[in-house]
């Protein structure tokens, strides 16, 4: 019996250590897609620290649970000829402190949340104002003051660098979502409704988005191109009615 025992314990060790090790594998491989891309606009970076503030606070509680139940299960396990351990009828102070710690939790992610909203939803009073359009399976831009590209090109807009870009979306037909992972958070663009963003990008490139809302058979096409440009060739590349 005892022997069983032994041998039941050594294979629990060892399945425990080859799911950690997979784990740790397995995280180091998904590191780059567990994360936001890299942001580019203020907006975006409050984001992604909003997201790693609560990625970080949960793997913390994660390690420090399922440590505690490893070293238990292994400290603790019955042992022959152990004595029946005393019982008890639980601990008041044990009780109030994982009730009182996860509520500090929630409150300190909730306060910290709420204190980078603004950096998120409000736009800047000087922000150029674009509306967009979106219709299966592509999206149009209205520039301000009459502008337009000299040449365009599907699904794409331009917007000069370090300058704040609000948009306002609205849809032609179903509801669709306006998504550029480093500029910003996910807009629905829902018919009969104008819905707003923004975005200010640091440094000229060109970003990739999707719409993130399925929205019929070409939902695969409607991709977003977002260019950004120094001001002289934004001026070069614009027109005026």
Known sequence: MIRTRRRLLGMLTAILAATLTSLLFAGSAL?????????????ATAIDDIYLVILGATITIFVLVGGFLLYSSIRFRERPGDPDPPQTHGSTKLELGWTIVPILIVLGIAGYTLYKLPSVDDTPDDAMK?????????????????????????????????KAVELEINSKDVIHD????????????????????????????????????????GHATMTITVKVLSEEKFNQIMETA
Not at 137 to 158: I, V
């Open 130 to 162: 674009v509306h967009v359009l979106a219709q299966q399976f592509t999206w149009s831009f209205q520039y301000p003051d009459g502008m337009k590209p000299k040449s365009t090109a599907a699904n794409t807009l331009f917007v000069p660098e370090g």
């Open 31 to 43: 590191a780059d897609t567990a994360t936001p891309e890299e942001p580019v606009s203020p907006n």
């Open 178 to 217: 306006w998504w550029v992972p480093e500029l910003g958070q996910k807009v629905d663009a829902i018919p009969g409704r104008t819905t707003t963003t923004w975005f200010k990008a640091a440094a000229p490139g060109t970003y990739e988005g999707q719409c993130a809302e399925f929205c019929g058979p």
